[in-house]
């Protein structure tokens, strides 16, 4: 079955510590995202990847960073720089056919 | 940079019957798309209907269908025949072609009461 997983799915983290959420898509799609979800905001774009080994900031890239090395890959680091981690992630890959997004089941971070 | 406002946090419907969700966007672009997505408790996000700006024609997807309004950048979802399983949030979503962006409104709760 084509799709996107993400792990893990819960994640926990202390202050100070960096993190890396896991984003795979067996979709054959070149373009992908990342989500931060927070209660009353909606979804908002951290960072996204047009092509592999290229990427560009979201609307709340601080303390954020990515990787594209291969296609079906997008990882997210979460670094002690982001004062508030503490959300819900969700990843997201395109169909240019169509311009719909798909998404993977999501991260739920927890700072401790 | 697109703005798309959803103006109900929450909203609730009897089993059965009929409920719009609204949705306005703020755009410079001709060339985009437009969505609505459900994210139920299990917080997947599933897509329930999308419509091309350039299609003068609303979208329907069995209950649910549009209702775009392009002169006035509106873009309603209408669910009929609301059945206990549409309880979920409710995003609207902007997707400019030369942007390469989605955009989400803050969503809209909807339940669904038996």
């Known amino acids: 079955d084509g799709g996107i997983t993400q792990s893990p799915k819960y994640l926990f983290r202390k202050e100070g510590q960096n993190v890396t959420l896991s984003c795979e898509q067996n979709?054959?799609?070149?373009?992908m995202y990342w989500y931060r979800q927070d209660p009353g905001q909606g979804l908002r774009l951290i960072y996204y990847?047009?092509?592999?080994?290229?990427?560009q900031k979201g609307d709340i890239a601080e303390g954020y960073s990515v990787s594209r090395e291969k296609k079906e890959s997008f990882p997210l680091t979460v670094t002690s720089a982001q004062k508030n981690p503490t959300a819900f992630y969700l990843c997201?890959?395109?169909?240019?056919?169509?311009?719909?997004?798909?998404f993977g089941p999501g991260t739920r971070l927890t700072v401790l | 940079a697109q703005t798309v406002t959803q103006s109900q946090p929450e909203m609730s419907v009897q089993e059965a019957e009929t409920v719009t969700l609204s949705c306005t966007y703020d755009?410079?672009?001709?060339?985009?798309?437009l969505f609505w997505y459900k994210q139920p408790p299990s917080r997947q996000m599933i897509l329930v209907i999308r419509?091309?700006?350039?299609?003068?024609q609303n979208a329907t997807e069995n209950r649910f269908s549009v209702n775009f309004q392009k002169a006035a950048k509106s873009f309603s979802l209408k669910i009929s025949d609301s059945q206990l399983g549409d309880t979920a949030m409710y995003f609207c979503?902007?997707?400019?072609?030369?942007?390469?962006?989605?955009?989400f409104g803050k969503g809209t709760k909807l339940s669904v009461i038996p």
């Open positions: 997201a890959s395109i169909d240019r056919m169509y311009n719909e997004q798909f």
């Open positions: 979709l054959n799609h070149d373009a």
């Open positions: 990847s047009q092509i592999v080994n290229d990427f």
């Open positions: 755009t410079s672009e001709n060339n985009y798309y």
């Open positions: 419509q091309e700006a350039y299609k003068q």
């Open positions: 979503a902007f997707f400019g072609a030369g942007s390469y962006q989605l955009t």
